[in-house]
DNA sequence: ATTTAGCACTCAAACCTTGCGAGTGCTAAC
DNA sequence: GTTAGCACTCGCAAGGTTTGAGTGCTAAAT
């Protein structure tokens, strides 16, 4: 069987019945609704054709249809109707950017509320740093007898800070004279850059090969694990959605992953780059999401440089049309601020 | 009407019993459990009375007692056993602190995440910088032309930066003097005392008046709203306890205050000083507290210093024994680690 | 070949009714 | 002051009935 046009037609109404109904749509109330010229055992049948392909179910055989999760992934990617802001909605958006906040923390905790608020649903952003980025500064100082705090700034201003131990033998001149070193030598340079010198360099550090060492090993952990930072706002909006609301279990599952940094982490850096807008619906292909949960993000990025991603987590049944057209409206808000600040 | 050594046993024994059954304690199983010499008629006549006290509460005619808040707040202050930590749990909390961490945050985190663990609750924590604490670095250094980053550290290795605009007319040089100027004039002191210099110094640096402005006006503003970090663990452990199981708007209400750093911070900083364990129960006294909520929280210090607090939120009904046994295990560990790292 | 009206059938949800049992309060005796 | 005994209350679970929305099928109409 084929999906014909008609067929397509009455799966996007019966998708956004169920969405904004949360009832299993009956195919009286979409001739009454949107087709009105033809009577209801016709799209009666057409509902049978689309449940044979496997697009709909009947929660029992005397109840009206409901999307399957194949149902959904069509809407999404060709049958919804593309939706637009409201100028309120818009405002909203406008507003909460206003005061231009100075660092990329502050827009993105923005967004995300902007956001969650807007949709009703839990919202979720990670930014990355490239390893691209350049070091501004570079800075070691001694903190306690055997301690010394290293200082990192990057071009995006993220900040690292971590203590080393002093080698016993240091004195406090040679420590002073181990930051300049260091310093002149990394500054300018981007993490992937100073990483390959390593081999090359050590030579001439000899006197200072371990505090060297030691800032090698610094730097290389912020890679490997500390490279990202989360935002999340609006944990408790999947309470608003009557599918989570007697199901105590869901709900745990549900905030186990959206309150653990490492799994919003995972899914956020599957995304793949340069696509605009990507929704992945839990249940089958992704694992990692809760059940019957979907994502639907976007990245953002300045200077065709990818920043990071932000997106929406909620359940299956949630209003894609708006979710994707407030994705867009703050990205675009999002570009301007970012590329402006540059 | 007093309260008895019998009727305060029998009050012990009614808490005790709901606390862990969740379910209206009845005479009969009082007497069965906890005094087979006397018969239930007797214990119901004493649970009457308790009930006029106001301690006792029925849900309906014909159920056993539950205890009202005052029950609670007696048994707590005076009526509950102290409990001992197992062995077991000993171990665990010890096995989290095992690899000490050098940053007070890494710290926190854990604790959180301990207790949370353990007593299966929301666990939260504030650590407070006092502005006692001394500033060791300060730095100022170009980042864009028209922006600098300000960058400070303080003892307990607070580190914070800001973007301050750079004064139209100024050249890098002056930047670098002014810098050099700041922090020749600030370093060793504490934030309090230098708010104080303000006034008094302004002469002398009259070339750099515009820059230092903004460098206190930041230093400042940390002060003003930036001074505490809030850390939480198991958001969604009150859906492990039966009273929240099927009301999505009290879950939702104490989503909504345990996912707002603002609203925790409230919670915790009302805190007296000095006060080991303290005990809030929501309802009556405390309007910022979730409905039927409770809060056990205890403060850590490091040298007599109070730095923070932390400890435990979820339902009425908890384990108050072993939450406070919980607590004041963690809290010890912590005092040692604390002072170990100063 | 589609479309439609008509009708029998299905099934969840709402609503009653009923019986059970846990627990109480009261009273009278100890 | 304590206890046994008993009548009473009330939530809860189980079972039964009704209702109505929605379907699938069939036979006639286009």
């Given amino acids: 069987m084929k999906l014909s046009d008609r067929k397509k037609k009455i799966l996007q109404y019966v998708v956004d019945d169920y969405i904004n109904s949360a009832q299993p749509v009956s195919s009286k109330s979409i001739t009454e609704k949107y087709m009105p010229d033809i009577s209801s055992a016709t799209v009666r049948s057409e509902l049978a054709g689309l449940e044979e392909l496997g697009y709909l179910n009947q929660p029992h055989s005397s109840a009206g249809r409901v999307p399957s999760i194949e149902a959904y992934k069509l809407y999404v990617t060709e049958l919804m109707d593309k939706g637009k802001l409201t100028s309120k909605e818009l405002n909203f958006i406008k507003e909460a950017f206003r005061d231009r906040a100075d660092n990329l923390e502050t827009v993105v905790q923005n967004t995300v509320k902007v956001i969650s608020e807007l949709t009703d649903l839990t919202s979720v952003a990670v930014t990355s740093h490239s390893d691209k980025e350049k070091i501004l500064k570079i800075d070691i100082f001694k903190y306690k007898p055997t301690k010394a705090l290293l200082l990192v700034v990057t071009e995006s201003t993220l900040i690292r800070d971590k203590f080393i131990d002093i080698p016993e033998n240091m004195s406090d001149e040679q420590l002073l004279d181990a930051g300049r070193m260091i310093s002149n030598l990394f500054v300018g340079k981007t993490f992937n850059e100073i990483v390959n010198l390593e081999s090359a360099i050590t030579e001439e550090f000899s006197a200072y090969k371990e505090i060297f060492e030691r800032v090698m090993t610094a730097i290389e952990e912020y890679f490997e694990k500390d490279n990202v930072k989360v935002v999340v706002d609006g944990e408790g909006k999947i309470l608003n959605h009557t599918e989570y609301n007697n199901d105590g279990e869901k709900v745990k599952n549900f905030l186990s992953v959206v ?74 808000i999002l570009e301007d601020i970012l590329n402006e600040n540059k």
């Fill in 259 to 332: 309150t653990s940094k490492d799994r919003i982490c995972e899914l956020l850096n599957q995304e793949e780059q340069g696509i605009e807008i990507n929704i992945k619906i839990g249940g089958d292909d992704k694992k990692d999401l809760p059940e019957d949960c979907s994502m639907v993000t976007a990245t953002y990025s300045a200077g065709g440089v990818r920043l990071g991603s932000y997106g929406v987590i909620g359940p299956l049944r949630m209003d894609y049309q708006k979710v994707v057209s407030v994705l867009e409206g703050v990205g675009k």
